[in-house]
């Protein structure tokens, strides 16, 4: 296949996807442009001769384990949280971070699955709030996928509870 058949079949199922009513395609074809531009920018303008192994992404700013960082986690499959989130950073592995997604809490919210999701207490912008971790989207990710133009957020639950219930969950 070239480039333009596979185009041109996406746009078919995009077409297809839209009639659905119930999936956001202009957010899905906006998230496919943004992650071309980002893979161009990494092969077109950081590459050098070609060698990708020796090619690295560096940030001037990088949040540190036990922080709150925003994410361009991408996008998936239906059931996995997509586009832009707030993750947990669990460990910094150089280039890329294992963080856990997200979500926002808000006063209808309920826990839909309590064996993998954790409110904790963050403090964001000098007012504490909770945010719940999703331990069933854990991933480790780039960290050319970090929105540098967000802080990073201090998270206040102590860093032994929420290690506690990772492995609790994860290992037990």
């Not at 993998?116 to 000098?126: K, P, Q």
């Not at 971790?133 to 854990?138: K, V």
Request: net charge negative; proline share 3%.
């Amino acid at each position: 296949m070239t480039i333009e058949n596979n185009l041109l079949e996406m746009s078919k199922s995009l077409v297809e996807l839209e009639k659905s009513g119930i999936y956001d395609v202009e957010k899905f074809s906006y998230a496919l442009l943004h992650q071309t531009k980002q893979l161009e920018y990494f092969y077109c303008h950081l590459v050098k001769d070609g060698n990708c192994d020796e090619t690295f992404y560096h940030i001037n700013k990088r949040p540190h384990i036990h922080q709150l960082a925003y994410f361009n986690i991408g996008r998936g499959f239906p059931k996995e949280l997509m586009d832009g989130h707030w993750c947990y950073v669990l460990k910094d592995l150089g280039y890329k971070m294992l963080v856990i997604p997200c979500t926002s809490i808000k006063e209808t919210s309920t826990h839909a699955n309590p064996q993998y999701e954790l409110d904790i207490e963050v403090m964001a912008y000098h007012q504490k709030t909770y945010s719940r971790i999703q331990l069933s989207d854990i991933r480790s990710i780039d960290i050319q996928r970090i929105d540098l133009r967000k802080p990073f957020y201090e998270v206040l639950t102590p860093k032994e509870e929420i290690d506690e219930f990772i492995h609790k969950n994860l290992f037990e």
